[in-house]
């Protein structure tokens, strides 16, 4: 089994440490490093995750490329410094470079299907961040179209959803728009070749900054973090559906009845390796590649 990574410690300007990547300043660029550290309920889990930095590096390269047609995005191919060749080993598959945003402070959100935190608003009032929905909806039912749910975005704790209206207070009418128009079109065309990949996107959010007087994106795109990824041979709606993230996850920690406050538990071996390849199964079936 590979060795997991928790934490990378570079002689480079530290950026910002979050919740899954080490951030460091690099010749006027930022060099993003996953490492295999998982949070769930916004907090950092004590143990690490096999693969999965490998994994969210991979994919959101992918992606990037994917969706350039759509809009530009933050990654950058530059060599890495020489200074960098002893950390070679530990980089190598989990890192990309990045110019620097300035970051819109919204978590872009669109969801094909109710679930989570949409479905528990949707029993509750009967809409999703100020958007009627239909009566009668079951639990991960598929949505006649995509609605975009926006939220703010927390350095720490929990991010709070927003209505649109409240998301156009804070950034104008106009960049909204942009935001909304975008963040649709990646998740339509993502979330159609990743069906006929057999995985369904059940919701995904985005992040962008600005850049030159441009909006790009940045940060993660459509990760099995930023993700909710489906078997979509076992899909059935009104229950809870096989998937490939960190749900695996989510439910043991329900499953013990922790407070969701820190200390966080450690994870059983079982749960960190079903976890592990439920990560790389999402990256096989949506590149078609073994190798990370």
């Known amino acids: 089994m590979e060795k997991a990574i928790f934490s990378v410690e570079l002689p480079l300007p530290l950026f910002k440490r979050g919740k899954v990547r080490d951030i460091y300043e690099l010749d006027g660029h930022l060099l993003f490093i996953a490492t295999d550290r998982i949070s769930a309920f916004d907090v950092v889990l004590p143990t690490p995750i096999p693969f999965k930095g490998k994994v969210l590096t991979a994919l959101s390269l992918f992606w990037f490329e994917f969706l350039k047609d759509i809009i530009p995005n933050h990654t950058r191919s530059i060599p890495l410094p020489p200074q960098l060749d002893p950390y070679k080993s530990i980089l190598e598959g989990r890192y990309m470079v990045g110019i620097k945003t300035k970051p819109i402070p919204i978590e872009c959100v669109v969801r094909g299907y109710l679930f989570g935190s949409a479905w528990r608003e949707y029993q509750e009032k009967g809409e999703v961040c100020g958007i009627k929905l239909p009566p009668n909806l079951k639990l991960a039912e598929k949505l006649s179209s995509p609605i975009f749910t926006p939220s703010t975005k927390a350095e720490t704790g929990h991010d709070i959803n927003i209505t649109i209206e409240e998301m156009e207070k804070m950034v104008g009418k106009e960049t909204a728009e942009f935001l909304i128009s975008k963040s649709v079109a990646i998740y339509e065309k993502a979330s ?19 850049h030159n007087g441009e909006i790009i994106l940045i940060d993660e795109v459509l990760t099995p973090d930023s993700s909710r990824f489906w078997d979509a041979e076992l899909y059935e709606p009104g229950k809870n559906q096989p998937s490939f993230d960190k749900q695996f996850v ?25 976890t592990s390849q439920r990560y790389l199964t999402a990256y096989r079936r949506l590149t078609g590649k073994d190798d990370l």
């Open 192 to 210: 159609a070749y990743a069906e006929e990949r057999g995985i369904i996107i059940a919701d995904t959010k985005f992040e962008f900054g600005w």
């Open 250 to 274: 989510r439910d043991y920690l329900e499953s013990i009845n922790w407070d969701k406050t820190p200390p966080a538990p450690p994870l059983p071996p079982e749960v960190v390796e079903g």
